[in-house]
């Protein structure tokens, strides 16, 4: 009878652990949340992008992780952020795909676009608006406007510079972006090949946690 009970423990306890998760055992605790700080304007020597134009000002982005006891489990390992800019010339946008038009991308010079602002309301959609990274040419050496895909762990800060005038000599704009993937998800263009939900851009904004950060003005 003893041998029988011990082998029926066994079977109980090997159907448990069957159904355990096999993710890695830190997805499964830890909770962490993102945090985009404003970014910060630095003056620094007058050096020029590949296209000549001088730059006499650095903008530095910063984020950082921190522990979310309410955050749910084994999610939002792994994440990133980037400085995003808007000058005078604001574009509205109803939808992801205004802000990135592949004509309005190069006129502006941008490797991405981000809608900011939209809201769905009873009356319709209220408008956004378009906020751009800027693209590699208009970055000094040394730059990196992105600082992505990195293992979330708490207490990580990750930053980002880029020139303070990037897009020209008008007044800007320049918040951090934050994204933090609540799941990773198959690509669409490698079929069976899983990446992280942030990595995927917009679409894969429905397993993504976007954080913005305070808004600089830099004259």
Same mark, same amino acid.
């Given at each position: 009878?003893?041998?029988?009970?011990? +082998?029926?423990? /066994?079977? %109980?306890?090997?159907?448990? @652990?069957?159904?355990?998760?096999?993710?890695? &055992?830190?997805?499964? *605790?830890?909770? +962490?949340?993102?945090?985009?700080?404003?970014? *910060?304007?630095?003056?620094?020597? %007058? %050096? =020029?992008?590949?296209? $000549?134009?001088?730059?006499?000002?650095? +903008?530095?982005?910063?984020?950082? *992780? /921190?522990?979310?006891?309410?955050?749910?489990?084994?999610?939002?390992?792994?994440?990133?952020?980037?400085?995003?800019?808007?000058?005078?010339?604001?574009?509205?946008?109803?939808?992801?795909? #205004?802000? =990135?038009?592949?004509?309005?991308?190069?006129?502006?010079?941008? #490797?991405e676009g981000f809608c900011v602002g939209r809201r769905v309301t009873d009356l319709g959609v209220v408008p956004g608006q378009c906020w751009f990274r800027p693209g590699a040419p208009l970055l000094v050496k040394g730059?990196?406007?992105?600082?992505? !895909?990195?293992? /979330?762990?708490? !207490?990580?800060? $990750?930053?980002?510079?880029?020139?303070?005038?990037?897009?020209?000599?008008?007044?800007?704009?320049?918040?951090? &972006?934050?994204?933090?993937?609540?799941?990773?998800?198959?690509?669409?263009?490698?079929?069976?090949? @899983? *990446?992280?939900?942030?990595? /995927?851009?917009?679409?894969?904004?429905?397993?993504?946690?976007?954080?913005?950060? #305070?808004?600089?003005? %830099?004259?």
């Open positions: 009878m003893r041998a029988l009970w011990l +082998v029926s423990l /066994l079977l %109980v306890a090997g159907a448990v @652990f069957a159904r355990l998760p096999s993710t890695p &055992i830190h997805t499964l *605790v830890t909770k +962490v949340r993102m945090q985009a700080n404003t970014p *910060v304007l630095a003056p620094s020597a %007058v %050096v =020029a992008t590949p296209g $000549g134009k001088p730059i006499r000002n650095t +903008v530095t982005g910063s984020f950082q *992780v /921190l522990v979310d006891p309410q955050g749910p489990e084994g999610a939002g390992n792994v994440g990133g952020a980037c400085l995003f800019a808007q000058t005078a010339t604001v574009h509205e946008c109803k939808q992801q795909s #205004d802000c =990135a038009r592949p004509a309005l991308l190069q006129e502006i010079g941008s #490797d730059q990196a406007v992105c600082n992505k !895909g990195k293992p /979330l762990t708490p !207490g990580f800060k $990750g930053s980002m510079s880029a020139p303070a005038h990037a897009f020209g000599h008008e007044p800007h704009k320049w918040r951090v &972006i934050a994204c933090q993937s609540l799941k990773n998800m198959e690509h669409p263009q490698r079929k069976g090949e @899983f *990446v992280s939900a942030c990595s /995927l851009g917009w679409g894969g904004a429905a397993f993504s946690k976007y954080v913005f950060g #305070d808004v600089l003005e %830099v004259p």
